[in-house]
């Protein structure tokens, strides 16, 4: 019987999308990536969440591309095409969500997987994660934004080196490259903990300051000041700003559940 390649379960104020072909070490084919990005296109769709994370079954995140289907095929550019844009598309979405997104990753994490998992606001990386672009060695060039996110986060040499030699980075020398947020041993606990934390704060404020981090890297600092001024100004005119000033002020726990409640009462009764 076949199954879904991708699980999607929301609860809590948390989405968890879940690449779920372990058997294949979730390697990417067509049906998978088309399937994530409608996964992401759904959580983009829910009105009640505050975090999404994102995993994957079995002992490695995404070894990258499917290449047994690309030899099968008498097309392949047409094939590896079709999966690069359906893949872009999920990445695109993840990048353009209104929450934090967390990935965990475990085990291997190459290729478009490497793309899916730093499409991500935080990457939790399990101890035993390691980390490859992979490309050049089936004789390809990158795809999944590996070459975009690795210039920006690594700086030109380095991204030249990983995606040249394909050289392998372990957990902790991609926490020092500053490739990862953390390293736990329990990555996918450790991000569900962090989702549902988020989503009990004041997600407008998370979701805009997710969002101008995202920007940063390709917008020169006077626009970002200005868009950072009408961020800051607008949030404070919310349920969310009011409740978080006021609890700061009277040296208490913001209730920000209790605000996002009394805004939408309001609003259902306008």
């Known amino acids: 019987m076949s199954r879904e390649p991708v ?45 999404t994370v994102l995993y994957a079954e079995g002992d490695s995140f995404c070894v990258g591309g499917d290449l047994r289907t690309f030899a099968d095929t ?8 079709k999966v690069a844009h359906a893949a872009h598309a999920a990445i695109r979405g993840l990048r ?57 986060t690594l700086g ?8 040249l030699t394909n050289r392998q980075l372990d957990a902790g020398t991609a926490e020092r490259y500053g490739l990862v947020s953390r390293v736990t041993d329990n990555p996918l606990d450790d991000a569900c903990k962090l989702a549902h934390s988020l989503a009990r704060g004041p997600r407008q404020a998370l979701a805009a300051s997710a969002r101008l981090v995202r920007e940063a890297p390709t917008t020169t600092l006077e626009p970002h000041l200005d868009n950072e001024a009408r961020q800051i100004a607008a ?35 306008a």
């Not at 008498?74 to 095409?81: E, I, K, Y």
Request: glycine fraction near 12%; hydrophobic fraction near 45%; aromatic fraction near 4%.
């Open 7 to 51: 699980r999607l379960d929301c609860g809590d104020g948390v989405a968890r999308i879940g690449l779920a072909v372990p058997e294949r070490k979730n390697a990417i084919d067509l049906e998978l990536a088309t399937a994530l990005a409608e996964a992401v296109r759904t959580v983009a769709a829910m009105p009640d969440l505050g975090a």
């Open 74 to 81: 008498t097309t392949p550019g047409a094939l590896v095409g």
């Open 96 to 152: 353009a969500l209104k929450m934090p997104v967390i990935s965990a990753v475990q085990g291997a994490c190459a290729g478009g997987g490497l793309g899916i998992a730093l499409a991500a606001d935080i990457v939790i990386a399990g101890s035993d994660a390691r980390f490859r672009t992979a490309y050049t060695a089936a004789g390809l060039s990158p795809d999944g934004g590996v070459s975009w996110i690795l210039t920006r």
């Open 156 to 163: 030109p040499a380095r991204a030249a080196d990983l995606i």
């Open 235 to 269: 949030l404070a005119d919310t349920a969310e700003g009011s409740e978080g000033i006021t609890a700061f002020l009277e040296h208490r726990p913001a209730d920000f559940g209790k605000a996002r409640t009394r805004t939408q009462s309001k609003a259902s009764n």
